[in-house]
């Protein structure tokens, strides 16, 4: 295998976003050696695109606030199909993570007695978000990168694709990836993996994410056996830009909202009043005076005594809204909702707190949102579902398989709450390096790597330019992101998940056909064959999966059956391979320990 | 969009680099245009309908995340911030990779040794916390810091710096993106290191002088020279140059 760089570790890490990072990190402070291989160079991953902040119950901001608060929003938010101990453990470790970034550097806005500052955002009871302005993800990438290059047992291979996991009888033994600048394979032996690779964004066509959003470590962790669970939900972002065309679908934050901004139709109605569901009906205010009442409060920095206003339900039930009101006609000039902070707060506040929107409309689209209302609908946002994890270790069901972030399931459960994404890498991307660490460390003998399956892998790879002149393979990847967007959108059929599969599978076809020009090195062509193998498969397991779920929830949006189904609130959907097929299948969620269910229920 | 009468053109001409570190040359390609557009949905156009091998870098497409670095027309831009209507209309548009760094293929560089710098600056070092764990700050002593924090490391600094450019010293000079992650070092609140040293002798801050040229391309205006690079000189000039602190120097055996 001279052909081959050839490199060996304790633990791989895939995807340097926060997460990845994270994990990184962790690892080489348990004295492991560590490897951490990403898509694009080192601090550009999606986590500098997270803006409004990170969610972790400091109460700084507001002393009501406790861990128990944020576990009850977060299970709430997740319409209860959480993991409830990954919940937990979020709320009760992100204080900790959160400070601990502040003591390698961060610098986040502060509160008027010096502390760290925090921002209200969608299902959040109290002001829970630690933030900086409105690049919260930069400050926690641009963190993380300066102590990972500085830890002295970590190779960052930048720029280099992971196309396959290898197995030795059925445990983690290394991967298969090439160096997207010079097309060389690059045989990575390692004891463990962590997964750390993102979602799936770019199914869709109106998608908020970056071209590395092609669901790689849900694939891989496919391929390898592991299983998947709650690939039904996908979150639509209420709030993605929709004019000029070329700018559609990227994000504009929820922190918008938060600092006051509100929800109009064409009417000029704050339409979100007829939208708060009965689980949330006491949390909400019902007048637009007790709205303003509350926004007064929060501007003023006084504990909000008011409900609060309905924009900041969570985003499931704000991103259906907004695609009602637009279908039954009552949408601005560009098929969006009017999101206008502009006659709510100060020019000079809105320069100061959100200062990147403010930017991006300016340069981008041509809109002063200090003084003209933004058109916004829903764009692809996020993965909920993912690769099943220990909640501890974040261990897959392959042994020596580990992930964390986005790839990971469970968490979330049917809906994500804004801000707990950066949590959450924080929290399980330190757990997963820690878990993968003590794994490798117990491992009694080095897996071995299997040379005949490697020179299969290759030639797989290398497919693609035996078949020069084939179709583009940006021309499958759009039929596929139109498809999603059609049928396996916001709102599900049974029929058009039907005919969705039947669908995928000719462009399955279609993908194996396709052809690239020129040589191996820097070739964004052939790597976006490969990329669509990925987001094929992932495509598949939310169809699936969106099938076998007949109910209403959260993200997930089935017509035939518009309620909740408390059956299905008992089980997780779970997709695995077997042979060359998918497998669906139900399996229970363990019932809740007696004094989570009493934080719920607000007893404490 | 506004401002032109007459015939809006439906097309354009883009003149791309196509090519390596040793051979390369300009390649026409005409593009349909959209409102709104951008250069990087031009580019994506061509790679999508006729060069599916054109390399180019590119992530968040928001101005974020600083990777479609480029010299459009000659300028040091990103491509995702550059409205194709900011162009006179019919004349065709220029794309050639950052001229500061080795090219790799296309419009990617080769940026590895902007990370190699990053590595060798002295890490943040806390002074102690308070006794209940945690740190009281300002927000306006945090303010200046914050701005140098802003920098999505897009290198379009480094292009631009003729230190870098011109007189290829990247032996001796960090260059504008290092300083300014030096000076949000030096000016942190709770950062209890002093990096004058590495500044004098490795970032080769003496290099610099003044001509702005960073500060004028920044995507994200960040103050590069007033703010950052001046108030550094100040410091090595008070640590290195002031006869009493030198002699200080020279009695606790640290010169």
Request: aromatic share 4%; proline share 5%.
């Given at each position: 295998m001279d052909r081959f760089e050839t490199r060996t570790y304790d633990v791989l890490v895939i995807g340097a976003g926060g997460a990845g990072l994270r994990a990184a990190i962790e690892a080489a402070e348990q004295g492991v050696s560590v490897a951490v291989v990403c898509k694009s160079l080192l601090g550009k991953a999606h986590t500098v695109m997270a803006e409004g902040g990170v969610a972790a119950a400091l109460a700084t901001t507001d002393g009501r606030d406790s861990w128990k608060v944020h576990f009850r929003d977060t299970m709430r938010g997740g319409k209860l199909l959480n993991d409830w101990r990954m919940a937990q453990l979020l709320a009760q470790e992100a204080p900790a993570r959160v400070r601990e970034l502040e003591a390698w550097g961060a610098l986040f806005d502060r509160t008027p007695d010096g502390r760290i500052l925090q921002r209200n955002f969608g299902?959040?009871?109290?002001?829970?978000l630690a933030h900086v302005g409105d690049r919260t993800g930069l400050e926690m990438i641009r963190t993380l990168q300066d102590k990972t290059v500085q830890a002295p047992r970590i190779d960052v291979l930048m720029?280099?694709?992971?196309?396959r996991l290898l197995t030795e009888n059925g445990r983690i033994s290394g991967a298969l990836a090439y160096r997207r600048d010079s097309g060389r394979f690059l045989l990575l032996r390692t004891k463990a993996a962590v997964l750390a690779t993102g979602g799936i964004g770019r199914a869709y066509r109106i998608n908020s994410n970056s071209w590395e959003y092609t669901g790689d470590g849900h694939a891989l962790a496919y391929a390898a056996g592991a299983d998947l669970i709650g690939m039904e939900f996908v979150q639509f972002h209420p709030t993605g830009m929709v004019w000029p065309l070329s700018v559609r679908g990227i994000l504009v934050t929820e922190g918008v909202r938060g600092e006051g901004g509100v929800l109009k139709n064409s009417r000029g109605e704050r339409f979100m009043f007829r939208y708060i569901p009965e689980m949330f009906r006491g949390d909400f205010a019902d007048t637009e005076a007790e709205a303003d009442r509350w926004v007064a409060d929060v501007i003023a920095g006084r504990k909000a005594e008011a409900r609060r206003p309905p924009e900041l339900l969570t985003r499931d039930v704000v991103a259906r809204a907004i695609a009602q009101e637009v279908r039954e006609g009552r949408g601005s000039p560009h098929g969006g909702a009017f999101l206008d902070i502009a006659s709510r707060r100060k020019a000079e506040d809105i320069r100061k707190k959100l200062p990147s929107m403010y930017q991006q409309f300016l340069e981008l689209a041509d809109v002063d949102i200090t003084r003209e209302p933004m058109e916004v609908f829903p764009t692809t946002h996020y993965m909920m579902g993912g690769v099943k994890v220990d909640p501890e270790t974040q261990s897959a069901t392959v042994p020596g398989l580990f992930a964390a972030g986005e790839v990971a399931g469970g968490l979330h459960g049917a809906n994500r709450l804004g801000g707990n994404s950066l949590s959450d890498l924080l929290v399980f991307g330190r757990r997963a390096g820690l878990g993968a660490a003590n794994y490798a460390r117990g491992l009694g003998s080095e897996p071995q790597v299997d040379a005949p399956r490697v020179e299969a892998i290759t030639a797989e790879l290398l497919a693609p330019f035996e078949r020069n002149g084939g179709e583009s393979p940006y021309a499958v990847q759009e039929s596929l992101q139109d498809l999603m967007g059609t049928y396996v959108g916001i709102a599900r059929t049974a029929d058009d998940l039907q005919g969705a599969l039947a669908e995928i599978e000719r462009l399955r076809a279609r993908a194996g056909r396709v052809g690239v020009d020129g040589n191996r090195q820097f070739n964004p062509g052939w790597h976006t064959t490969l990329d669509l193998q990925n987001l094929l498969t992932v495509s598949e397991a939310v169809t699936r999966a969106a099938l076998a779920r007949r109910e209403s929830r959260g993200a997930h949006t089935r017509v035939e059956y518009p309620d909740s189904d408390p059956q299905f609130g008992r089980v997780n959907v779970v997709v695995r391979r077997q042979g060359d097929a998918m497998t669906v299948r139900e399996e229970p969620i363990a019932p809740m320990s007696g004094d989570l269910k009493e934080i719920l229920e607000g007893k404490e | 969009m506004s401002g032109s009468n007459g015939a809006q053109s439906t097309e354009t001409v883009l003149k791309i680099f196509r090519g390596d570190g040793t051979t390369g040359a300009f390649k026409d390609y005409t593009v349909p245009l959209q409102p709104g557009m951008v250069v990087l949905d031009a580019v994506h156009w061509v790679q999508a309908h006729q060069a599916s091998d054109l390399a180019c870098r590119w992530n968040c497409k928001a101005g974020r995340c600083g990777s479609c670095s480029a010299e459009v027309n000659g300028k040091p831009r990103l491509m995702c911030m550059t409205?194709?209507?900011?162009f006179p209309p019919g004349e065709a548009i220029t794309l050639a990779p950052m001229k500061a760094f080795p090219v790799l293929k296309d419009l990617v560089c080769d940026v590895s040794w902007n990370y190699g710098v990053n590595r060798r600056i002295p890490a943040f070092r806390p002074r102690a916390p308070e006794p209940d764990g945690t740190w009281r700050m300002q927000q306006e002593d945090i303010d200046r810091v914050q701005e140098f924090r802003k920098c999505i490391e897009c290198f379009l600094c480094q292009d631009v710096c003729h230190v870098l450019?011109?007189?290829?010293?990247k032996d001796r000079f960090a260059g504008p993106r290092f300083l300014v992650r030096i000076a949000g070092l030096e000016m942190h609140p709770l950062d209890a290191a002093s990096r004058t040293a590495h500044l004098k002798e490795e970032a080769g801050i003496g290099f610099c002088n003044i001509t702005k040229c960073c500060t004028e391309v920044c995507p994200e205006s960040i103050h590069i020279t007033d703010n950052a690079i001046i108030p550094l000189k100040e410091r090595v000039v008070d640590d290195f140059y002031d006869p009493l602190r030198r002699l200080w120097r020279r009695l606790r055996g640290t010169a």
């Open positions: 299902g959040h009871q109290y002001p829970r720029e280099s694709t992971v196309a | 409205r194709m209507d900011h450019r011109d007189h290829d010293r």
